[in-house]
Antibody, heavy 120, light 106 residues
Framework: QITMKESGATLIKPTETLTLTCTFS??????????VGWIRQPPGRALEWLAL???????RYRPSLRSRLSLTKDTSKSQVVLRLTKMDPADTGTYYC????????????WGQGAPVTVSS | DIQMTQSPSSLSASVGDRVVITCRAS??????LNWYQKKEGKAPTLLIH???TLQGGVPSRFRGSGSGTDFTLTIDSLQPEDFATYYC?????????FGHGTKVDI
């Protein structure tokens, strides 16, 4: 069974860097086809796709955040780390990580979400 | 980027109603279209993938159809637990995008 869980800071000051960790189980990110994505939802607004990393280091980023966003994977720890620099109050929201499989192209297992507030 | 337009943005319905939500892509996306249900305070759940394939464990009253640019999610005989917000999402391009959501309430 696949499980996903987000962890990291919940309160960030403007201009700081957000670091969130997705820890997963039930699959290996070194296995062909496996991927982990990040999605966020600002308060009262729609879901936003942020980024996706596949087993082969194929990284994809939301164009508007490309200069601020990075994903790294640690297959030995079954973790994917999201870093978002220069945080702004507009980045406030709940951040989710989710499992994906190349070739199937959907998010089938999601974490519970990590609330992030950007405020001074 | 491929833009996804959902309609309506919200609707009111009653238990037992049939509900139809549409999603239009700004360019053809074949069948790379997925539907999610989102309840307040909960993570989204996958309902339908590849436009019309029901995800395991999802009730059969949920149906998806369409290809190319126009897609629909139909809920037959709405149940109390179906009151939620529904999102379409395309995965045709390397940059995935969600629609803006359709809130289904009483």
């Amino acid at each position: 069974q696949i499980t996903m869980k987000e962890s990291g800071a919940t309160l960030i000051k403007p201009t700081e860097t957000l670091t969130l960790t997705c820890t997963f189980s039930g699959f290996s990110l070194s296995s062909s086809g496996m991927g982990v994505g990040w999605i966020r939802q600002p308060p009262g607004r729609a879901l936003e796709w942020l980024a996706l990393i596949y087993w082969d280091d194929d990284n994809r980023y939301r164009p508007s955040l490309r200069s601020r966003l990075s994903l790294t994977k640690d297959t030995s720890k079954s973790q994917v780390v999201l870093r978002l620099t220069k945080m702004d109050p507009a980045d406030t929201g709940t951040y989710y990580c989710a499992h994906a499989v190349s070739g199937y192209e959907f998010f089938d297992y999601w974490g519970q979400g990590a609330p992030v507030t950007v405020s001074s | 980027d491929i833009q996804m337009t959902q309609s309506p943005s919200s609707l009111s319905a009653s238990v037992g109603d049939r509900v139809v939500i549409t999603c239009r892509a700004s360019q053809g996306i074949s069948s790379f279209l997925n539907w999610y249900q989102k309840k307040e305070g909960k993570a989204p759940t996958l309902l339908i993938h590849s436009a019309s394939t029901l995800q395991g464990g999802v009730p059969s009253r949920f149906r998806g159809s369409g290809s190319g640019t126009d897609f629909t999610l139909t809920i037959d005989s709405l149940q109390p637990e179906d009151f939620a917000t529904y999102y379409c999402q395309q995965s045709y391009s390397n940059i995935w995008t969600f629609g803006h959501g359709t809130k289904v309430d009483i």
